[in-house]
């Protein structure tokens, strides 16, 4: 089995962040299979390729997801996806890298044209 770990500092305090692994853990089993439970801190889960647990505290969480042979060409993209969730809703607010993911969006849905092009109106004119 293959292991993919990511860890990060939050601000929610234990409680919210124990209720939002919790939605996490239920939307991954009803989007594709498999069990949760909780043992203390920590919430296991297992589905068929894949277990691992989730492990809070009240100011940071660590996510290890052992991944199975099967899933093994998908590594890359499960690893992207845990490290953009742990981000989106883990990172602490008003730090630096907690904006650092959405400033990388943003460019990257900018304009796509180069400043030396010129739009054109239905007359022929540069606008």
Known sequence: MREIVAYRRHR??????KRLAETMARRLRDQFGGSYTWKGNTLHFRRPGASGHLGVTKADVEVRVEIGLLLTPLRSRI????????????????????DQPARAAASR????????????????RPT
């Open 79 to 98: 690893e992207r996806e845990i490290a953009a969730f742990c981000d989106q809703h883990f990172a602490p607010t008003g730090s630096a890298d907690a």
């Open 12 to 17: 929610l305090g234990l409680v919210k962040a």
């Open 109 to 124: 849905s900018g304009s796509t044209r180069s400043l030396g092009t010129r739009r054109m109106s239905r007359s022929g």
